[in-house]
């Protein structure tokens, strides 16, 4: 069981750049989710994707958007980068059903924008 | 006032000594508690997963969870240099798949 893959490891960007983040979900897990985790912080929730919709939304711009595809995983997408876009990104799976399970995270993938 | 509160360290221990790790949450509608470690650079890795209150063993790692109080504890017994690492705590609501919500983590590191 590979868990959970995201790709690139790291990306270096310019301000106002868009860029594309993507999370393969570990085996048998059907949800997706994606935090931001700033240097030092705590993980915040970004959104959450179950059956290629959109289930859940923390408090971010729409500069924010995801896609899940119908084999699981997901993409983010951020428009316009800011320099506080600098952050590691994560991206969780899990089972989508009653209860939910326990989330299992990928490695991250470390943005810079210069 | 932030939903999940952790001490952020630093906290140094040495070798073999018993690491306690705390958080407290003020939203009563938390009933999964989750600890993770998380080495530098990488992702978080699950150590623990408990429901409601009570403990829960593995290995070395107890977690307790006491929600009349709104607290919960991480103990690592026999602590080694390789459990130098940020732990954070994360609890979520018990609906469906809801989001967790982290602490800030607690930087341990195990001086031999």
């Known amino acids: 069981d590979a868990g959970v893959t995201q790709s690139p490891t790291h990306l270096i960007k310019t301000r106002g750049q868009q860029v594309t983040l993507r999370c393969s979900p570990k085996s048998g897990h059907d949800t997706v989710s994606w935090y931001q985790q700033a240097l030092g912080q705590g993980p915040q929730f970004i959104f959450q994707?179950?059956?290629?919709?959109?289930?859940q939304r923390g408090n971010f711009p729409d500069r924010f958007s995801g896609h899940q595809f119908p084999n699981y995983s997901s993409e983010l997408n951020v428009n316009a980068l800011l320099l506080g876009d600098s952050a590691l990104y994560l991206c969780a799976s899990s089972f989508g059903g009653q209860g939910g399970t326990e989330a299992f995270f990928g490695q991250g993938t470390r943005l810079t924008v210069v | 006032q932030k939903e999940v509160e952790q001490d952020p360290g630093p906290l140094s221990v040495p070798e073999g000594a018993i690491v306690s790790l705390n958080c407290t949450y003020s939203n009563s509608a938390f009933q999964y508690f989750m600890w993770y470690r998380q080495y530098s650079r990488k992702g978080p890795e699950l150590l623990m997963y408990?429901?409601?209150?009570g403990n829960k063993e593995d290995g070395r790692f107890t977690a307790q969870v006491d929600k009349s109080s709104k607290y919960i504890s991480l103990f690592i017994r026999d602590s080694q240099p390789s459990d130098s690492a940020t732990y954070l705590c994360a609890m979520r609501a018990n609906f469906g798949n809801e989001k967790l919500t982290f602490g800030t983590g607690t930087r341990l590191t195990i001086i031999p």
């Open positions: 994707y179950y059956e290629e919709e959109e289930r």
């Open positions: 408990t429901y409601s209150s």
